[in-house]
């Protein structure tokens, strides 16, 4: 099984700052990632981040419509930093298994702190 860091930023902001081993793809072309990598699997783990974690959760949507079943969205930049340098820590010791059923429960904190930075958003709006 291989694994992917992929960053849906512009090629500007990937240029910019982004995280060690990532590979850019923007978000809008990441349903070509099969054509990019021909011996890419559908069980391969992709990690997906942006600068705020709106176009990863548009990319992750993508991939998992087209079959992706080990595709997750670790958020902003930033989180996506701090969330894979603790499982970095976590995981010494640890068997891959562990590791990758430790990335469940960060995809769960993700998807509540997206919610709500939403809700935040579209309260902002009115």
């Known amino acids: 099984m291989q ?24 978000y809008e072309e990441i349903s070509r990632l099969p ?24 990319a992750l949507d993508t991939l ?4 992706f079943v080990n595709a997750r969205d670790i958020g902003g930049l930033e989180m996506a930093r701090s969330i894979l340098s603790d499982e970095d820590k976590k995981a010494l010791g640890r068997s891959p298994t562990a590791r990758s059923q430790q990335g469940t429960i960060y995809d769960k904190a993700f998807l509540e702190w997206s919610c709500q930075k939403l809700l935040d958003d579209l309260r902002a709006l009115e």
């Open 64 to 67: 998992r419509t087209v079959g």
């Open 35 to 58: 054509t990019l990598f021909p011996n890419l699997s559908k069980e391969d783990e992709i990690t997906l981040y942006c600068r705020s974690g709106r176009r990863s959760l548009i």
């Open 3 to 26: 694994s992917f860091l992929i960053d849906v930023r512009t090629s500007e902001e990937y240029a910019a700052d982004h995280l060690k081993g990532a590979i850019n793809i923007p």
